[in-house]
């Protein structure tokens, strides 16, 4: 059974920075494509960050310079690094696993997700 937890959510000022944590069983992180989502009120879900088997990364472009997602296979966890945040990235953030793995832009399946943590970014 796979389960994924986040932690680190709060709220900040623009500007600051926070660090997402998400810490994985039944699944491997360096195996599996592991992805940071998010979902805005009212907005479609977004995929933010993605890590894929052979530690290739890939960001939205939104969050791009700003973001930085990493994997500890030790502690078989998921992070994203946000850094400079704006009050568009206010949001519920998703840790999600594709287990199949392989490259990132192969990876569409992501049939494993935590459940959430919330990202309040004010003015």
């Known amino acids: 059974q796979v389960q994924l937890v986040e932690s680190g959510g709060g709220s900040v000022q623009a500007g600051g920075s926070m660090r997402l944590s998400c810490v994985a069983s039944?699944?491997?992180?360096?195996?599996?494509?592991m992805g940071w989502f998010r979902q805005a009120s009212g907005k479609e879900r977004e995929r933010v960050a993605v890590?894929?088997?052979?530690?290739?990364?890939n960001y939205a472009d939104s969050v791009k310079g700003r973001f930085t997602i990493s994997r500890d296979n030790t502690k078989n966890s998921l992070y994203l690094e946000m850094n400079s945040l704006k009050p568009e990235d206010t949001a519920m953030y998703y840790c999600?696993?594709?287990?199949?793995?392989?490259?990132?832009?192969?990876?569409?399946?992501?049939?494993?997700w935590g459940q959430g943590t919330q990202v309040t970014v004010s003015s």
């Open positions: 039944g699944v491997s992180v360096r195996g599996a494509c």
């Open positions: 890590i894929d088997t052979y530690a290739v990364t």
């Open positions: 999600a696993a594709d287990r199949r793995g392989g490259w990132w832009t192969e990876c569409r399946k992501y049939e494993d």
